[in-house]
């Protein structure tokens, strides 16, 4: 009640002009609201109106502009194309690439999957040029489209200034602590699992770094992989969802990482992985801190896979040391930021101040189609893995 009579004491509401994220950066904020300005683009909020004044139409008389209706059409756009761009993923990681290696081996390669598993299995090459190819396509596409769909440049739809380096370590410092307490043994992801597992068991020597292969899957799986996830989940739909408040745009986009993963051991790790990236992310104003979040969330993952190679009895020792040593490690990152550079940045969080209260905001947003159908496809998805 009190942000509608905020509301009403405004002679002139601007949606834009209102919206304050210089603690993000003044080059990025300056490009993001020069984005929204533009009236002819449907996932740009852009609503202005004068309480003194209303507007005549003809059919309907004198009537005074909705910021809720407005707020809710542009909402319903982004949550349409979110929903979309879910759609892709799924099609190109399960359909398109299941297709590219039935082709693949009709022709000669040698490699094979089955329609109705997750595997691909054959020769060590084609399993890694392969798998690289689908996730690079697999992500970069929905990126492009998300860009090019909602006419966000990058210097809009990416936050790319430093503006606190302390937050980097105390979000790598977090990221250590969560990983420890959700990547559980089990908490990788099947693919990322089943293709550690391949190069683990493809010798008994331990050193599997001498593996070409293996360290060329590695590096993309670490690198290239965690900056286009970044890419997808902190670019421009994150962006485009800040419009309504910072917390819609973590909790949609940490809704988007969860459901993708299609795997049930994968989603705790992933809820906490994209909360501390997204946060992380504004906090320190660049979202190079989510990648290297993620970063660090593959590598906890990578050393897991590697310890568990040793069959000994030894194994599950020194796994519960090195998950000890990172969990400790982390708390330290974490203490260290926040005694010794107190954490300056208390106002982070851009907010959305309506009538259109947050909870009912993202009860909305999770409503348009097609993003519950997308999210009941995923939830099918991991209780079929589950089973199969």
């Known amino acids: 009640m009190s942000n509608l009579t905020d509301s009403e004491e405004k002679v002139i509401i601007n949606v834009v002009d209102d919206f304050d994220a210089a603690a993000k950066g003044t080059g990025y904020n300056g490009h993001f609201k020069e984005w929204r300005k533009n009236k002819d683009n449907p996932f740009a909020f852009n609503f ?12 309907r008389g004198f009537e005074t502009p909705s910021q809720t209706d407005e707020g809710k059409k542009v909402l319903s756009e982004i949550m349409r194309e979110t929903g979309i761009i879910m759609l892709v993923v799924i099609v190109l990681r399960n359909i398109i690439g299941k297709i590219a290696v039935i082709v693949l081996d009709t022709v000669g390669f040698d490699i094979h999957t089955n329609l109705f598993g997750s595997g691909i299995y054959g020769g060590s090459t084609e399993i890694v040029m392969i798998t690289i190819v689908l996730a690079f396509v697999t992500l970069l596409t929905p990126v492009i489209y998300a860009h090019k769909r909602m006419k966000m440049p990058m210097k809009a739809g990416i936050m790319h200034t430093v503006r606190d380096s302390a937050e980097i370590i105390a979000a790598i410092g977090f990221a250590m602590i969560f990983c420890t307490i959700a990547c559980l043994p089990e908490a990788y ?45 902190r670019g421009a739909i994150f962006s485009a969802l800040r419009q309504f408040g910072d917390v819609t745009a973590i ?63 030894n194994m599950i020792i020194t796994r519960n040391l090195f998950m000890m040593f990172v969990f ?4 330290i990152l974490a203490s260290l930021v926040m005694i010794v550079g107190g954490r300056k940045n208390n106002h ?8 259109f209260s947050q909870t009912r905001r993202l009860a909305f947003a999770v409503k348009v189609f097609p993003f519950p159908a997308v999210a009941m496809l995923c939830v099918v998805q991991a209780v079929s893995n589950l089973l199969y």
Do not use: C, H
């Open 48 to 59: 202005e109106k004068n309480n003194k004044e209303k507007i005549f139409n003809e059919s």
């Open 189 to 233: 992801s099947s693919e990322t699992k089943e293709i550690y597992t391949y190069f683990a068991s493809a010798e008994t020597d331990v050193s599997v770094w001498n593996q070409k292969d293996f360290v060329t899957y590695t590096i993309f799986d670490v690198v290239i992989m965690s900056i286009l996830t970044e890419l997808l989940f």
């Open 251 to 313: 909790v949609v986009t940490t809704a988007m990482a969860v459901l993708l993963t299609g795997d049930f051991f994968s989603m705790p790790a992933a809820l906490l992985v994209s909360i501390v990236s997204s946060i992380g992310m504004l906090r320190s104003g660049t979202i190079f801190t989510a990648v290297i979040v993620r970063i660090v969330y593959k590598m906890y993952q990578l050393a897991i896979v590697i310890l568990e190679v040793d069959t000994s009895a």
């Open 328 to 331: 400790i490690l982390g708390i």
């Open 348 to 355: 982070y969080l851009v907010t959305y101040k309506s009538e």
